[in-house]
RNA sequence: GGCUCGUUGGUCAAGGGGUCAAGACGCCGCCCUCUCACGGCGGAAACACGGGUUCGAUUCCCGUACGAGCUGCCA
């Protein structure tokens, strides 16, 4: 058997969307799992679109996800370039265009826009308003099949515009064969001549993905399923090419909550999205990966080494899959609990800023709030009373279940005021050791002294850590004059 | 409209002629506990519908419904 050869092919048009990613992944791990190689190629075709700056955002994609090719525009493997824009230059699709219009398998097509319109035809009902209602459908009328090889060029020597579409024959059907969705068959009717080479020169995606998946050898297709219906083009391509089709992998495609096609109004659609939303690169990759497919031992906390191991494209579901963000958030709090504290720590240092200026000790505060949090957004929320007191309802320090009342607190903190004036050391143990002899002095409950302390040195219903944590964070002086303010409050 | 694909709890998802139809997220409850988390235990919750085939269909076949994708000189 060959080599398993797989390409990610990105159009350079803005963010790498989740669909992509996840297309990107599976390839990866195709390759990989086999040993194979893994190819990054830039479909940059079409030039209205390419957005400056995008293809920067490919490769760090690819980097910070750990999905590292070993072929691609930086890395000539010899199947280079890995540019389409590149290889258009070099007139490599032109050439196998005309091979195809020599054998009858394509043509010119010299039809101007408004001849192409008016071949449109509407169908449905016309009064409809909805998007339901009427459609538009097209399908060209092989009108420039019949221009004589004279006609052809004389257009050409005369300059006119021109495109090459592909001839597909007006009977029959075409077969082609899907790893995930088996065998489809299609009428040749239904299938349009689509156009291969642009009046700019440069091809379409459908031409160029073809030439190049056979030049560069690519073994295993794999692409969303949206493509499903235009394979059977591109099985006559190969077909009239003489060349041997590649496996395809249709992807089950990801969906909104709504059962669309996620899109960028979902706020969450791509890679870099997700990382301002405070998701880590490891926990979007794991699950992204489980769109689609699951392991066969069904273990969902999965590396990219592990999911490399695990991986067999037979697996994969046909049905689409809804991007569900809340269980990323637990699949991305998962990943933050497992992460090396100085790992965390320095994730976390720039939210901490953010909301705390003053001299604290950040590391602490990163430990505390480690198990607490699904996303880095989370951490602001979770540790603005270090920073300031909130100002808060003294309701608060009646609490039912720790047995706790207005004045038992008043109480409480009045008797501990003076303990914790004449206490110097404020590390934690030294200030469990005070709280708690007062607790067994007093003999009342844990809670009875715990809470109304954590209420007087926080502001706050719940906070990461308790008492003693925020106290020995907080330091004596500022723990002291909470606590005063807290006995003002309540007295 | 046409073509193509899909349909197991709210979501992801195993299974694939005979199962009490896994597991995960979320939700609810309990335990742990100075709060919140973490952790532990438990619970509610699904085979779209109608016909076949069969001793027996969630599983196979055909329809229907619903959903989605495509129908660009976009990818």
Redesign the pocket.
């Known amino acids: 058997m060959s080599e398993v050869r797989t390409r990610f092919?990105?159009?350079p048009?803005g963010r790498m969307h989740v669909g992509n990613l996840r297309t990107a992944l599976y390839e990866y791990l195709i390759a990989k799992h086999e040993g194979g190689t893994f190819i990054l190629r830039i479909?940059d075709?079409?030039q209205?679109?390419f957005v400056e700056g995008a293809l920067d955002i490919i490769y760090r994609t690819m980097e910070g996800t750990g999905l590292i090719h070993d072929e691609g525009p930086d890395k000539d493997g010899g199947y280079g370039p890995y540019v389409q824009s590149e290889r258009q230059a070099k007139g490599i699709y032109l050439e196998y265009a005309k091979k195809l219009v020599e054998k009858g398998d394509a043509y010119y097509?010299f039809?101007?826009?408004e001849r192409?319109e008016s071949l449109k035809t509407t169908?449905?009902n016309m009064n409809v308003e909805e998007d339901?209602?009427a459609?538009?459908?097209?399908?060209?009328d092989k009108h420039c099949l019949h221009l004589s090889k004279e006609e052809v060029e004389a257009n050409l020597a005369a300059g006119l515009?021109y495109?090459i579409r592909q001839n597909i024959p007006t009977e029959g059907s075409t077969t082609f064969h899907d790893v995930i969705?088996?065998?489809?068959?299609?009428?040749n009717e239904?299938l349009?001549d689509?156009?291969l080479i642009?009046?700019?020169g440069?091809?379409?995606?459908?031409f160029?993905?073809v030439v190049d998946d056979h030049l560069m050898k690519i073994t295993h297709v794999v692409r969303?399923?949206?493509?499903?219906?235009?394979t059977p083009k591109y099985t006559r391509l190969y077909e009239a090419f003489g060349w041997e089709e590649p496996v395809y992998v249709h992807l089950?495609?990801i969906?909104n909550?709504?059962?669309?096609?996620l899109s960028k109004r979902s706020g969450h659609s791509s890679f870099e999205d997700l990382l301002e939303q405070g998701f880590v690169p490891e926990a979007i990759v794991n699950y992204v990966a489980?769109?689609?497919?699951?392991a066969?031992d069904?273990r969902?906390i999965l590396s990219l080494e592990e999911l490399i191991q695990l991986f067999d494209y037979n697996?994969?579901?046909?049905?689409?899959?809804?991007?569900?963000i809340?269980?990323l958030?637990?699949?991305n709090?998962?990943y933050i609990?497992m992460m090396e504290e100085e790992k965390f720590y320095n994730l976390a240092l720039p939210y901490i800023k953010e909301v705390i200026s003053k001299d604290l000790d950040y590391r602490r505060i990163a430990a505390l709030i480690k198990?607490?949090?699904?996303t880095l957004l989370d951490i602001k929320e979770k540790i603005d009373f270090f920073e300031e007191l909130p100002d808060y309802d003294i309701q608060m320090y009646v609490?039912k279940?720790?047995k706790t009342s207005l004045e038992g607190s008043l109480e409480v903190l009045k008797d501990l005021l003076p303990v914790f004036e004449a206490l110097d050391d404020y590390s934690e143990e030294s200030i469990?050791k005070v709280l708690m002899s007062y607790i067994q002095e007093k003999g009342i409950?844990?809670?009875q002294a715990?809470?109304p302390?954590?209420t007087a040195v926080?502001g706050?219903?719940?906070?990461?850590?308790?008492?003693?944590?925020i106290m020995s964070i907080l330091g004596k002086e500022e723990s002291l004059r909470r606590i005063r303010l807290a006995i003002e409050k309540l007295s």
């Open positions: 092919a990105p159009s048009t479909e075709t079409d209205e679109r097509c039809c101007t826009k192409l169908v449905g339901d209602g459609k538009v459908i097209t399908k060209y515009p495109v969705y088996g065998e489809i068959t299609v009428e239904e349009d689509m156009i642009k009046s700019d440069y091809p379409t995606y459908n160029a993905n969303g399923n949206e493509y499903l219906s235009s089950p495609l969906t909550e709504e059962h669309k096609k489980l769109l689609g497919w699951s066969p069904n969902e697996n994969i579901n046909k049905s689409p899959a809804v991007f569900d809340v269980k958030r637990w699949m709090g998962e609990k198990t607490r949090i699904e609490h279940k720790m469990e409950k844990n809670g715990l809470w302390v954590r926080s706050k219903q719940s906070t990461p850590g308790g008492a003693y944590e």
